[in-house]
């Protein structure tokens, strides 16, 4: 099985923020798509809005990074 991480553009560099190999890893585990409300409450973030629209961002930039896939809006999963 390809790891997440392993599917990155080799001419993009991954985020530096921590919490990016902490998505990649729950993705990894997830069995559906998940939404950043509960990506947000498994990374321990408090599910405060500003908590949720950042973990929105980050999500959103996997997608830009061809790593994730939006199904739905706000429903994020890995790509196949």
């Known amino acids: 099985m390809i790891a997440l991480a392993d599917r ?3 001419q993009t560099t991954p985020p530096e923020h921590p919490d990016y190999p902490r998505i990649l890893a729950l993705f990894n585990e997830a069995a559906g798509p ?3 409300r509960d ?3 498994a990374l321990g973030h408090e599910p405060l809005p500003k908590n949720i629209e950042g973990t929105h961002a980050k999500l959103k930039r996997l997608v830009k990074l061809d790593v994730l896939i939006e ?3 706000g429903s994020f999963t890995k790509k196949q």
């Open 34 to 36: 998940l939404r950043a």
């Open 71 to 73: 199904v739905d809006a």
């Open 8 to 10: 990155l553009p080799a």
């Open 39 to 41: 990506v947000c409450g």
